[in-house]
């Protein structure tokens, strides 16, 4: 079975300042997907960031990027110019590209915090 | 284009009392996941349904849980005879016929037991 670790269960940074949160998995599968979520106190779960294991390009969106190290299994996101609006929860998650295993792995969660 | 709608947002039951808990996917979506969060902690998936049929319900516990997705309505997800450890937000989520691709989270319903 599928599991995924985010071993940071609080982070802060200054705004405007770049911040990196950790994510490893374990899986013997060599095609899956890893996201990351982003889930404010309105409890609502938003897709940040999306990633295909087949692709080696690290995938990018505006300020966030990750960081895919596919050997050694970890999956890392990085914001850029941090704003007070990207305070969260921020949960890293897997899944397999098998047609019947839709369900998504999610780790422990990383609170984020942005200092003003 | 309405997002995943999951109705009541919050439910407060008493010990021994049913939960229903409803969600309505997005349009044109035939794959709905139910999810658990306690808190302070990740997701953890429940059950994978499409429409009249129940595809992977590894996550269900044995007892009292049962989860539909009917041909016509919402899906529902129903907890019998609640505890007070079924205190959780319950999110749903729904993707396209097409599997592969993101699931749409709905903003979750808080089940509060005393």
């Known amino acids: 079975a599928q599991t995924v670790t985010q071993s940071q269960p609080e982070m802060s940074v200054q705004e405007a300042e770049t911040v990196t949160l950790s994510c490893t998995y374990d899986?013997?599968?060599?095609?899956?997907?890893l996201f990351w979520y982003k889930q404010p106190p309105s409890r609502q779960m938003i897709l940040v960031i999306r990633?295909?294991?087949?692709?080696?390009q690290n995938a990018t969106e505006n300020r966030f990027s990750v960081n895919f190290q596919k050997a050694a299994k970890s999956f890392s996101l990085k914001i850029s110019d941090s704003q007070l609006g990207d305070a969260a929860m921020y949960f890293c998650?897997?899944?397999?590209?098998?047609?019947?295993?839709?369900?998504?792995?999610f780790g422990q969660g990383t609170r984020l915090t942005i200092n003003p | 284009n309405a997002g995943v709608m999951q109705n009541p947002r919050h439910l407060v039951r008493r010990r021994g009392q049913e939960a229903r808990l409803r969600c309505s996917p997005m349009k044109g979506h035939s794959h709905v996941y139910w999810y658990r969060q306690l808190p302070e902690e990740g997701l953890k998936f429940m059950v994978y349904l499409q429409k009249e049929n129940i595809i992977d319900e590894s996550g269900m516990p044995k007892e009292r849980f049962s989860a539909e997705f009917p041909k016509e309505g919402p899906s529902i997800l129903r907890i019998q005879q609640v505890v007070r450890g079924d205190s959780a937000a319950y999110f749903c989520?729904?993707?396209?016929?097409?599997?592969?691709?993101?699931?749409?989270f709905g903003q979750g319903t808080r089940l509060t037991v005393v």
């Open positions: 989520a729904s993707s396209p016929r097409t599997a592969n691709t993101e699931a749409f």
């Open positions: 899986t013997s599968e060599s095609d899956y997907y």
């Open positions: 990633q295909e294991a087949y692709k080696q």
């Open positions: 998650a897997y899944r397999s590209v098998d047609q019947g295993a839709q369900k998504l792995v």
